[in-house]
Every structure is written in structure tokens, then in C-alpha cells.
């Protein structure tokens, strides 16, 4: 059975930093792009950043130079490392999994609220 759950979400004040973890099991390796999302109330979920099989990653730009992820395939774990939080990065982080010949998983989300 494919699972995938998310961590470390919570209330930071604004300039704060939390990390996410996200952890897979089942099906789900190294060959997958790993990636979190996001969705804030009201709005459509959007890309966070990914991280290929291959190494290369993408930021959305709301978050360059702010959000780290990285990935340790041995523990099947990927993160997503923010700082320099601000209130608009509040909403449901999701993780995500996706292969181009396999099914697509998503986690159930945490919740990432930034506010003084």
C-alpha cells in the first residue's frame, strides 16, 4: 500500500522558518519527482517546488531563494526547508509523487499558517 504523509507543519511568525518532511512508503522510489504543493483558502493549489530522480529542482519565483527541498532516498523522505516566512505562504502544503508511467500520489496536507 502507497502512503504519503507530511509533517513539521504549524504557526511561525512572520521572518520565521519551518521544515516539512514528507515521507513515502509502499511503491514510491528514487525514480519518482517528488514535489510540494500548496493551497491557500480560496485558491487553486499551486506549484511549491520539485525535485526529479535526477536531481534538478524547481522553485515557484514567490519562493526562490527562500524554500529549500532536497530529498534522501535511503530514508525515503523529502523536505521542504522554508524561511523567511511570509503571511501569504499560509495554506495546506501538500506533497506530491509522480512518475510519467505510474500512478500519482498526494499526501493529506499540513497546515503552514505565517501571522503575527
Known amino acids: 500500500q502507497v502512503q504519503v504523509a507530511e509533517s513539521g507543519g504549524g504557526s511561525v511568525q512572520p521572518g520565521g522558518s519551518l521544515r516539512l518532511t514528507c515521507t513515502t512508503s509502499?511503491?514510491?522510489?528514487?525514480?519518482?519527482?517528488m514535489g510540494w504543493y500548496r493551497q491557500a483558502p480560496g485558491k487553486q493549489r499551486e506549484l511549491v517546488a520539485t525535485?526529479?530522480?535526477?536531481?534538478?529542482?524547481n522553485y515557484a519565483e514567490s519562493v526562490e531563494g527562500r524554500f529549500t527541498i532536497s530529498r534522501d532516498n535511503a530514508k525515503n523522505t523529502v523536505y521542504l526547508q522554508m524561511n523567511s516566512l511570509k503571511p501569504e505562504d499560509t495554506a495546506i502544503y501538500y506533497c506530491?509523487?509522480?512518475?510519467?508511467?505510474?500512478?500519482?500520489?498526494w499526501g493529506q496536507g499540513t497546515q503552514v499558517t505565517v501571522s503575527s
Open positions: 525535485f526529479t530522480s535526477g536531481g534538478r529542482t
Open positions: 509502499g511503491t514510491i522510489s528514487s525514480t519518482y519527482t
Open positions: 506530491n509523487a509522480r512518475h510519467p508511467l505510474r500512478n500519482t500520489y
